[in-house]
């Protein structure tokens, strides 16, 4: 008898809040793409300690809206999806700690820190930017050939912004030798957008996709996680 496996579902990584704009613009994007995939929200307290949860989910969105109550569970399902492969996109905060993941599980830079939750660490991974970007909107270069370029199928875009804090330039270098490259800038050439090479879908932006979603005109960045989770579920059901 063949294995009963659960259908696609995506997990969306962060501490629910109906009062942040950028949650109710994330849960209303998955509705914009076409054939819908199903999501959750997967509190960060909840995946602390153990990742065992994760198990039944085809992809996961690391959501704005950081600190997060449990900065150790938001890494801990980064890195899982990370080795495990899984589909994933980090938008503001979750670019963020998507950098602290690797820095410190990839990189070796164990004690890794984020500025707004550790000013004076050693090792501030993710820094405050030099001017907020909170409630903008930017153009931003996509590199030729990148996922993203493709995705958007256009070399430069607008998107919103809603952070203040990105890349510690310090250590850009080190996260592109291990191939977590940077592949948008906005036009002072800060990077916006980071792909892990290696990875079937490991996508960070800096800006919030669901912002620019609407009906009938879903963000291609969010219709490829979509389409990615029902790809990843497909895969899961042809190993079993």
Same mark, same amino acid.
């Given at each position: 008898?063949?294995?009963?496996?659960?259908?696609?579902?995506?997990?969306?990584?962060?501490?629910?809040?109906?009062?942040?704009?950028?949650?109710?613009?994330?849960?209303?994007?998955?509705?914009?793409?076409?054939?819908?995939?199903?999501?959750?929200?997967?509190?960060?307290?909840?995946?602390?300690?153990?990742?065992?949860?994760?198990?039944?989910?085809?992809?996961?969105?690391?959501?704005?809206?950081?600190?997060?109550?449990?900065?150790?569970?938001?890494?801990?399902?980064?890195?899982?999806?990370?080795?495990?492969?899984?589909?994933?996109?980090?938008?503001?905060?979750?670019?963020?700690?998507?950098?602290?993941?690797?820095?410190?599980?990839?990189?070796?830079?164990?004690?890794?820190?984020?500025?707004?939750?550790?000013?004076?660490?050693?090792?501030?991974?993710?820094?405050?930017?030099?001017?907020?970007?909170?409630?903008?909107?930017?153009?931003?270069?996509?590199?030729?050939?990148?996922?993203?370029?493709?995705?958007?199928?256009? &070399?430069?875009?607008?998107? $919103? #912004? @809603?952070?203040?804090?990105?890349?510690? !330039?310090?250590? =850009?270098?080190?996260?592109? +030798?291990?191939?977590?490259?940077?592949?948008?800038?906005?036009?002072?050439?800060?990077?916006?957008?980071? &792909?892990?090479?290696?990875? $079937? #879908? @490991?996508?960070?932006?800096?800006?919030? !996709?669901?912002? =620019?979603?609407?009906?009938? +005109?879903?963000?291609?960045?969010?219709?490829?996680?979509?389409?990615?989770?029902?790809?990843?579920?497909? &895969?899961?059901?042809?190993?079993?």
């Amino acid at each position: 008898m063949p294995q009963q496996t659960t259908p696609p579902l995506i997990g969306i990584v962060g501490d629910r809040n109906p009062e942040l704009h950028v949650h109710r613009f994330t849960e209303a994007a998955f509705g914009h793409v076409t054939r819908p995939v199903p999501f959750e929200w997967i509190p960060t307290e909840s995946i602390a300690g153990s990742t065992q949860r994760l198990a039944g989910y085809t992809a996961f969105l690391v959501s704005p809206g950081s600190p997060y109550r449990s900065m150790e569970g938001a890494i801990a399902a980064i890195r899982y999806a990370r080795e495990h492969r899984v589909p994933m996109l980090g938008t503001c905060g979750g670019f963020q700690h998507m950098v602290l993941e690797f820095a410190r599980n990839v990189l070796g830079v164990t004690d890794a820190e984020h500025e707004e939750t550790s000013p004076d660490a050693p090792h501030r991974v993710v820094t405050a930017l030099a001017c907020s970007l909170a409630g903008q909107d930017h153009p931003v270069r996509h590199f030729p050939g990148s996922r993203v370029a493709t995705l958007c199928r256009a &070399e430069e875009t607008v998107e $919103p #912004f @809603f952070c203040r804090f990105g890349i510690n !330039p310090e250590y =850009r270098p080190a996260l592109e +030798s291990k191939g977590f490259r940077v592949t948008s800038l906005d036009r002072q050439g800060e990077p916006r957008v980071l &792909e892990l090479s290696r990875h $079937p #879908f @490991f996508l960070a932006t800096l800006y919030v !996709p669901q912002a =620019r979603s609407r009906p009938g +005109s879903p963000h291609p960045i969010i219709q490829a996680l979509s389409d990615a989770s029902r790809g990843f579920d497909q &895969e899961r059901v042809g190993a079993t």
